[in-house]
């Protein structure tokens, strides 16, 4: 326990000073490319501070020049952390409530990066800030989805449909990842991160949208819900699951 506050303080103190330097460089980088490059490191750090073991198997399926639509399954703010780091190459933006803008300091990382903010309780707003995704994707962006909604601290949440009627009407394919292991370092209920373990991330062929229409939306939902769970459901980190066939191992932290 003493050990995990400590890691917390640190976890703090590390944010505290990077998000004022990501906000400084924000305003100079329309984008937030540069931003999202500093958060990145952020992210690398922080999960090296927590002794976490991170592996990556299907990097072979995407080429980092293109755009896609990530959707995974959530179980620790951990999460977060792990993607940024497995997808190293790619520049992300994650759909996220308007609650988390509303933290103090999280909350201007998350601006200054130029996160996505949804309101769920304004219909207008949300569909304008999904309007404003649209076109970052067609400018080689990618865009990230927690389709459950919320963490689910093991068994998957049933899915929503907005990040599928999303990649429907931006033509970009759909690539499901699973993770695995983090719901053990942060649990859903924790506030203190438990030093050391393995997070494993499956990322799996891409599927196509650009012949499907809305119609499609539940069919795809279905589809890609099925492919994570055969990667999350009862496995353990290290363990290589049926769905990709090719396992592309990579390094506890980015080389790059």
Same mark, same amino acid.
């Given at each position: ?27 100079? %980088? ?17 999960? *090296? ?13 995407? %080429? ?74 067609? %400018?080689? =962006? ?17 899915? *929503? *449909? ?44 891409? =599927? ?13 939902? %279905?589809?890609?819900?099925?492919? =994570? ?6 496995? *353990? ?20």
């Amino acid at each position: 326990m003493i050990l995990g506050a400590v890691r917390l303080i640190a976890f703090t103190l590390d944010t505290v000073l990077w998000i004022p330097l990501v906000i400084l460089v924000s305003l100079c %980088d329309r984008e937030a490319r540069t931003a999202f490059r500093l958060a990145r490191w952020w992210a690398w750090a922080n999960l *090296k501070l927590v002794g976490a073991h991170l592996t990556v198997k299907g990097l072979e399926y995407l %080429d980092p020049r293109q755009s896609y639509v990530f959707v995974s399954n959530h179980r620790s703010n951990l999460d977060v952390l792990a993607l940024v780091v497995a997808l190293w190459d790619f520049q992300l933006r994650w759909v996220a409530k308007e609650e988390l803008f509303r933290i103090p300091l999280f909350g201007w990382g998350l601006r200054a990066t130029k996160q996505i903010l949804v309101n769920r309780a304004d219909h207008a707003q949300a569909l304008a800030s999904l309007a404003e995704a649209t076109q970052r994707v067609h %400018d080689g =962006i990618s865009v990230v989805f927690f389709p459950e909604g919320t963490r689910s601290g093991g068994t998957m949440r049933p899915f *929503k *449909k907005g990040a599928f009627v999303f990649a429907i009407d931006t033509g970009a394919q759909v690539v499901p990842i699973g993770i695995t292991g983090t719901e053990r370092l942060l649990p859903r209920t924790a506030w203190t991160v438990r030093r050391g373990g393995g997070i494993r991330v499956d990322i799996c062929s891409p =599927i196509p949208t650009a012949e499907r229409s809305r119609e499609d939306r539940d069919a795809l939902l %279905d589809e890609v819900r099925r492919v =994570i769970a055969v990667r999350v459901e009862g496995g *353990k980190v290290g363990d290589r699951g049926p769905m990709c066939a090719t396992a592309c191992q990579r390094p506890a932290f980015a080389r790059r």
